[in-house]
């Protein structure tokens, strides 16, 4: 049995929720599939949040790790496919730290790349009719931050990435893009599903 540690966020910025977190605990609520499925809602704050990910996955040791946050303003399902080395807070985190030009892990590489089967996953979720893309860019706030720190904390031969949600139907603010919420639910249970496979990945990078 693989161990699958899910995780979301917290609210931030003065939201009441974070779309993200419902979903993982929607996702963990009828949870039916064949993996150990360990779930936590991770701090909006930059120390906080890398410590409390280093703690679970010490403590579960997972084969796979899937944290997933808030895009605001996407109408997709964003598949992450680089975290990399640096803090430029446009604003405070929760814990009022606003870092500008900073590292992730002083000392670390420039970036870190995904190593969930993202263009798998892609051909998933558009199979099953949700609007869903790769990303370059995981941005430099909390989200990239953990996703760097989870691809470098895991096991070598462990999988861990990141997964940028829109807004849900029920969290998102007057006139912003959104998703329906059993969309976004249905978008992480098959990440969940799928994150193991190991079809070969297609070619589907850009040419410019």
């Known amino acids: 049995m693989a161990v699958v540690l899910l995780t979301g966020f917290e609210p931030f910025d003065g939201a009441d929720r974070?779309?993200?977190?419902?979903?993982?605990?929607?996702?963990?609520?009828?949870y039916d599939g064949p993996h150990e499925l360990v779930v936590a809602t991770l701090p909006v704050a930059?120390?906080?949040?890398a410590h409390r990910l280093r703690t679970l996955i010490a403590e579960h040791s997972p084969d796979v790790v899937i944290a997933t946050g808030l895009a605001g303003g996407s109408t997709r399902v964003a598949i992450e496919r680089i975290g990399v080395?640096?803090?430029d807070a446009r604003i405070a985190d929760n814990d009022g730290?606003?870092?500008?030009?900073?590292p992730s892990e002083a000392g670390g590489p420039a970036a870190r790349f995904s190593t969930l089967p993202v263009k798998r996953l892609l051909q998933v979720?558009?199979?099953?009719?949700?609007?869903a893309q790769l990303s370059l860019s995981a941005g430099t706030y909390v989200c990239n931050h953990v996703m760097y720190t989870a691809?470098?904390?895991v096991r070598k031969d462990a999988r861990a990435g990141f997964v940028h949600l829109p807004w849900s139907t029920t969290t998102a603010p007057p006139g912003a893009s959104h998703l329906a919420d059993e969309q976004l639910g249905r978008a992480v249970r098959l990440i969940v599903d799928h994150a193991l496979d190991t079809e070969a990945e297609e070619s589907g990078g850009t040419i410019w």
Do not use: C
């Open 151 to 153: 691809v470098g904390a």
């Open 18 to 30: 974070n779309p993200s977190a419902d979903a993982v605990t929607a996702v963990a609520a009828d």
């Open 85 to 87: 080395n640096l803090i």
């Open 125 to 131: 979720l558009t199979a099953d009719g949700l609007p």
């Open 46 to 49: 930059f120390e906080a949040s």
């Open 97 to 102: 730290d606003q870092p500008v030009d900073a």
